[in-house]
């Protein structure tokens, strides 16, 4: 389903998606809203990507939305004021949710605003990420939950593993070249975004 949102205290427009032409919404998937999705995105069967309450949601280029996936935030607005806690700022523009270009968000990620996930970044099965931030080229393995921190660029996160303080954030490991899922976001992604160009063009036949 694609639709707008509905006007509440918290949201004083009625906003429809803007979903390039090129992305893939599969009918079991959902995107309402304030939402920004880029070239050749595919969103899954059961994924969620509701800007009703925090907003604007962005989706980059190339990026992935797998199967159960969530994105949502916080109120960004009551009763016609920002609020800016709950807000992002990328690019000098202010966002719930930012996930970049060349993102996989795997199976049953929820990216909870105020977030952001940056370019080439692979966030794993399962994972929650809630007012963080994650930097380019990361891994995020499965199972993890990231709260109130911020992850440097090239670094990654040991499957299963609870980071709320910052501190535990700045020691975590760079990703070398011997590290095992160095290389594992190029496969997902070129997955997905075929997948997105071949049922575009299944959905085009009918």
């Known amino acids: ?8 205290d918290f949201s004083s427009k009625e906003r429809a998606p803007v979903i390039d032409p090129t ?3 599969h009918p079991l998937g959902l995107v309402i809203g304030n939402v920004v999705i880029g070239k050749n995105v595919f969103v899954a069967p059961f994924a969620a990507v509701r800007g009703d309450e925090g907003q604007p949601l962005h989706v980059g280029d190339d990026s992935n939305v797998q199967d159960g996936v969530v994105i949502h935030a916080l109120e960004t607005e009551e009763h016609g004021k920002a609020v800016e806690k709950n807000m992002v700022e990328v690019g000098g523009k ?10 996989s968000l795997a199976h049953q990620v929820q990216i909870h605003g105020p977030a952001c996930v940056l370019d080439d ?9 809630f ?5 380019r080229n990361c891994v995020i393995e499965p199972g993890c939950i990231l709260m109130g921190v911020k992850v440097t660029d090239g670094r990654y996160v040991p499957a299963g593993t609870v980071l709320k ?12 070249d011997d590290y095992p899922l160095k290389n594992l976001n190029k496969g997902v992604l070129h997955v997905n975004k075929s997948l997105a160009k071949g049922y575009a063009a299944a959905e085009k036949k009918k």
């Open 23 to 25: 992305a893939y919404v």
């Open 1 to 8: 389903m694609i639709g707008k949102n509905v006007v509440t």
């Open 94 to 103: 202010k966002y719930a949710v930012y996930v970049g270009n060349r993102v």
């Open 121 to 129: 970044t692979f966030v794993g099965m399962q994972v929650l990420v």
């Open 131 to 135: 007012r963080s931030q994650v930097g």
């Open 165 to 176: 303080s910052q501190a535990d954030a700045d020691r975590l490991p760079a990703i070398t």
